[in-house]
């Protein structure tokens, strides 16, 4: 599966504490426990009730969340990772979102969003679904890379090539 391979291209490793932000139906939820491991945690947070009844089915995530990404119900430096695969553009407030995922990570945790599209792939893909999610997009790199510093980031890593976007950033010490 080329979700797996990209996620692989995280970093993330066995026994560490993993959020997937914006988690859906749980799809990936298989794909990270066997990254992390039985040792590790996995957590999905999604705003649909709708989507995280299905996810509930799915028993590879410890923990499941009904909750907002601008206001995620996690205390300080909980986690090593936190992915928003196909989610990011989703949400309504993304400086507040990067804010937020600064603050549950532990220092030199890493926060990464993943497409398996290039962000201009992504913009067309949502100006064709409907008006629901045409404006729903990957903020430009350079805005992007400046909301990230300001919410307290760096190494700041943009890949973004047919059949891929991933930022990775990581939290300052």
Known sequence: MRAGRVLRELGIQTGEKVLDLGCGNGVLFPIFRDIIGNSGFLCGLDFSLAMLKISADLTNADFIVCGDASAIPFTDSYFDHIIAFASFPHFADKELVCREANRILKP???????????????????????????????????????????????????????GKFIMSSKKKV
């Open 108 to 162: 030199s945790g890493i926060f990464s969003v993943v497409h398996l599209m290039s962000s201009f792939d992504l913009q067309n893909h949502h100006k064709c679904a409907g008006e629901e999610v045409k404006n729903d997009l990957l903020p430009p790199k350079n805005h992007f890379m400046k909301i990230l510093a300001k919410s307290g980031f760096e190494d700041i890593q943009i890949e973004d090539i047919q």
